[in-house]
């Protein structure tokens, strides 16, 4: 099997639009096989992300690496070392409520971004599980968010942040337009 550098190369060589297709493909294979296709990426597990669109309102699924922490998900949004957020940031940042799947297994989550010491732990967690991740922020202009996915314990569904506008930190970048680019909701890693 080919090493988690490797991975990070050749995903940062497909670019955001290839990364676009290949997670188009990824999701019907996972759901289909329960996640035995499509579920890995090296040695990282990959789970679907289900979120809210921010301009349609139409639900959009993504195949995510993430790290599992006790009963929450963490998702680092470097998009393949692609300068472009992934489409999944963007709509987390607008609406905090998502689903994700797991295998066959579906949980309704609430997104949040990590800050300080808890980002520092989690991004040495996630690079620890897959070494790419340090490849992908020596690529990258701006900094990559770490989002931690917690299960919802009441089933309600969060409303849209009001301080989210403010927030700085989802997807900081110095190419505002990268940033105001328009993003698919099949943007991987």
């Avoid at 993430?66 to 940042?93: C, F, Q, V």
């Avoid at 010491?117 to 900094?143: K, S």
Wanted: proline share 6%; aromatic share 6%.
């Amino acid at each position: 099997m080919p090493g988690d550098h490797f991975i990070a190369k050749l995903s940062n060589s497909m670019g955001a639009r290839g990364l676009r297709w290949a997670g188009r493909l990824n999701v019907p294979l996972y759901r289909l096989s329960g996640g035995r296709v499509g579920g890995k990426v090296g040695d990282g597990p990959v789970l679907l992300l289900t979120t809210t669109g921010r301009r349609s309102g139409q639900p959009r699924t993504a195949p995510v690496l993430y790290l599992e922490r006790g009963e929450a998900m963490i998702l680092i949004d470097t998009n393949g070392g692609n300068e472009k957020l992934p489409g999944w940031s963007h709509n987390l940042k607008a609406m905090p409520a998502a689903e994700v799947q797991i295998g066959r297994r579906k949980v309704e989550v609430t997104a949040r971004v990590a800050r300080g010491a808890e980002r520092e732990q989690l991004w040495r967690a996630c690079n620890e599980q897959y070494e790419g991740f340090d490849d992908y922020v020596e690529w990258l202009e701006r900094t990559p968010s770490v989002w931690v996915l917690e299960p919802t314990g009441d089933g309600g569904t969060p409303q849209r942040d009001p301080g989210a506008e403010e927030d700085g930190d989802v997807g900081t970048t110095r190419e505002s337009a990268a940033a105001a680019a328009d993003t698919s909701p099949s943007d991987t890693i």
